[in-house]
């Protein structure tokens, strides 16, 4: 237990600022307490000040951070804002753990991250919770330890947001390009977008096929189908949609030596082959292909499978990176997620959106960021309700 106490400030008092003050409020978050609330809406104020009496409350966030009442802030706001606050929290010595997704856009998100690294003295990280879910941190741990040989190719399916039109209606910036930045891909999928690339590595290009306005009433993508390339012949798949009331969310991964399947995050099959595919398929001969085919070859011998179930509980993860976040500023524990990481998913989602918008593949690693903020701000006109961005 330390003694030391960061005074958080949120800015954005919405339905994610509310529950990170409530975490605080209550005790939740070791080595952390509630020292300031920001929003522009004067609705909130008194609501702010009836469920923790006592926290300051500013309608302006540069006020707040220039107030002295907070060591560090959370950015629960629209996502083109992120940056912008993040860079001015960040310039003033104020610890920014900024929300998922980082920004919007790729330009905006180097200009945040570069300014961070000139200022390193001062805490950057990123709401990366699933980070912590103990699914993902024991299958990273699994990947990185080489058991299973290197990634072949990789699939994840993420259809489990559901939105029906009056999700799209309640907010008139909501699924714009000008107000939001885009759809599904940077409303909903950019913990899977992250979590993706910390199992798997950053993909090198990407081929994409999205559908905007498909099934709902909206400007931006409601369904995406993207093809990546992780480079030495590894490949994967993803797919996420707001329209399928089932749902689905199914994570597989095949390596060398074994086979990740992931069901509704919380069921893991893991199996794991008697020596490398190469190997076993280099041993088989003509006889054994027969067999094989005839059915009479007991693969099971080849492989064992072990299945594990793991429990959610909500809320747990985003205490423990508010937990890490203090700890960091207090003692310099190591971040779950360092703020300049951010830039993956905003890229890779970029990068599917402009390889719908040209019909070609994106390279990832020399991403095109002026061609993309082009295609965007082409867009933000054609709405008319925002102004374009630079």
């Not at 605080?24 to 609705?43: F, H, K, N, T, Y």
């Not at 909130?44 to 009836?50: C, N, Q, R, S, V």
Request: aromatic fraction near 10%.
């Amino acid at each position: 237990m330390t003694d030391k106490s960061v005074r958080l400030g949120i800015i954005g008092f919405g339905a994610q600022g509310g529950v990170y003050a409530g975490f605080i409020a209550e005790g939740r978050v070791e080595g952390m307490s509630l020292g300031a609330i920001c929003d522009i809406d004067p609705a909130k104020k008194p609501l702010a000040e009836e469920q923790h009496p006592g926290v300051a409350f500013y309608d302006d966030y540069i006020a707040m951070l220039d107030s002295g009442d907070v060591d560090a802030v959370v950015t629960t706001v629209p996502h083109y804002l992120h940056p912008e606050m993040t860079i001015a929290a960040i310039g003033k010595g104020i610890h920014t753990l900024t929300e998922k997704p980082a920004g919007v856009y790729t330009k905006q998100v180097e200009q945040m991250n570069e300014f961070a690294a000139a200022h390193p003295e001062t805490t950057f990280a990123i709401m990366f919770n699933q980070r912590t879910n103990p699914v993902y941190t024991d299958l990273k741990a699994l990947i990185d330890s080489g058991e299973l040989g290197r990634l072949r190719h990789t699939s994840w399916i993420i259809t489990t947001w559901w939105r029906p039109q009056a999700y799209y209606d309640q907010s008139e910036w909501r699924a714009t390009w000008g107000g939001e930045g885009g759809g599904v891909l940077v409303n909903q999928a950019p913990h899977q977008l992250d979590l993706w690339q910390w199992l798997a590595g950053t993909p090198q290009k990407v081929f994409a096929k999205l559908a905007f306005g498909f099934q709902r009433d909206i400007a931006t993508e409601d369904e995406v189908n993207a093809l990546v390339d992780f480079g030495d012949g590894a490949t994967g798949h993803f797919l996420t949609s707001t329209s399928d009331i089932a749902g689905t969310d199914r994570l597989e991964m095949l390596f060398d030596a074994g086979k990740i399947v992931v069901d509704a995050s919380t069921k893991v099959t893991i199996t794991r082959l008697t020596q490398d595919e190469r190997s076993i398929s280099d041993s088989m001969s003509v006889a054994d292909v027969g067999r094989l085919f005839k059915g009479e070859m007991n693969t099971a011998d080849l492989f064992s499978t072990e299945v594990k179930e793991y429990e959610s509980v909500w809320g747990a993860q985003h205490v423990d990176v508010l937990t890490n976040f203090a700890a960091h500023i207090n003692d310099g524990t190591a971040l779950i997620a360092d703020g300049a990481e951010g830039i993956n998913g905003v890229r890779l989602a970029s990068g599917m959106q402009l390889s719908a918008w040209t019909g070609r593949e994106i390279d990832l690693v020399d991403f095109p960021a002026e061609e993309y903020l082009t295609e965007l701000n082409q867009r933000i006109e054609a709405e008319g309700k925002y102004p374009t961005r630079s």
